[in-house]
């Protein structure tokens, strides 16, 4: 009796097991806390993006400085879209590339500054620089920086961008030297994120006008120059944060202007400046067209506390 007992408090007392309906309500609890979570990684992940941006500018920022102290001048803007970085031209107005190119050797980039040095050929070193992508010069967001540009007429190949562009207004105007700065270097920008489109990050092409048709080793473009006051269209200097299928020279008519510099911008929330003493500030896309324009020259007596920061 004993044993028959024991048998029946089994039978009485099955081995636990999940309903369907539990386990429906688990699955719906468990996707509940993922949905919550996904956002907070995300911001995390953003903010980790935001960071090294920053990081990448404030070094752009102290290379540039680092220019001013070794050649007398912050770095040049280049001759135009049609020439590119030579070595043997020096860091002066001769020299064809732009200020991304002058840098190299204040980003321990000394080695790729160099390529083709005193080689009547350079077309292989300029092919093996324009492909090649430097970290610092790429927001976390935009990829790795390598563009593939395809036409009609070229069929395809490959660049390496630049996210950050000079302030041709200020600093970059034309071997400024660091004591002509009356504003004061903390309150001029020096160089800062640009907009891009988007669908433009790895792609694009030489027939249109998307401010990502060039590389960083080229001179004067406005790949790698940003202007802060209207020339000739208000629009196409508004900062711009960056929206697929929106590109900050659309509705600006001639493209004439288009080596005067693009608009600021970026992916973030806001977009990240360099000042002339290497400080890094975010600047919201609704700052004031005087206060943009007052920042992104030398002397007219705009300082950074215009921000109301």
């Known amino acids: ?10 039978r009485a007392c099955p081995r636990g097991a999940f309903t369907l309906v539990e386990l429906l309500i688990v699955i719906a609890i468990i996707a509940i806390l993922i949905g919550l979570l996904l956002p907070a990684v995300q911001a995390v992940r953003e903010s980790g993006r935001v960071v090294q941006c920053r990081n990448n500018l404030r070094q752009l920022g102290l290379s540039c400085i680092a220019h001013e102290h070794a050649q007398g001048f912050f770095p040049n803007v280049g001759i135009n879209y049609n020439y590119t970085g030579n070595p043997d031209q020096g860091f002066g107005a001769a020299q064809g590339g732009g200020w991304n190119y002058n840098i190299l050797p204040y980003i321990e980039r000394a080695s790729l500054h160099q390529l083709g040095a005193g080689l009547t050929n350079q077309a292989p070193s300029i092919t093996e620089r324009k492909r090649t992508a430097v970290p610092i010069f790429n ?171």
């Open 1 to 10: 009796m004993r044993v028959l007992g024991w048998k029946a408090h089994l």
């Open 139 to 309: 927001c976390p967001n935009r990829g790795s920086g390598l563009v593939k540009r395809t036409a009609s007429s070229t069929g395809s190949n490959f660049f390496a961008r630049t996210d950050y562009s000079g302030n041709v207004q200020g600093l970059m105007r034309g071997m400024v030297r660091a004591h002509e700065v009356s504003d004061g270097l903390s309150n001029v920008f020096l160089c800062g994120e640009r907009n891009l489109d988007p669908d433009r990050y790895s792609d694009t092409t030489s027939l249109r006008y998307d401010s990502n048709e060039m590389g960083w080793t080229t001179g004067k473009d406005h790949e790698s120059l940003c202007r802060g006051s209207p020339h000739g269209c208000l629009n196409f200097h508004r900062p711009i944060q960056d929206t697929p299928g929106v590109a900050s020279n659309q509705g600006c008519g001639s493209p004439s202007g288009y080596p005067h510099g693009i608009a600021y911008g970026s992916p973030h929330a806001s977009f990240n400046i360099a000042m002339g003493d290497g400080s890094v500030h975010g600047i919201s896309y609704s700052i004031d067209d005087a206060v943009l324009n007052e920042l992104s020259n030398n002397a007219d007596g705009g300082a950074l506390d215009d921000l109301g920061e």
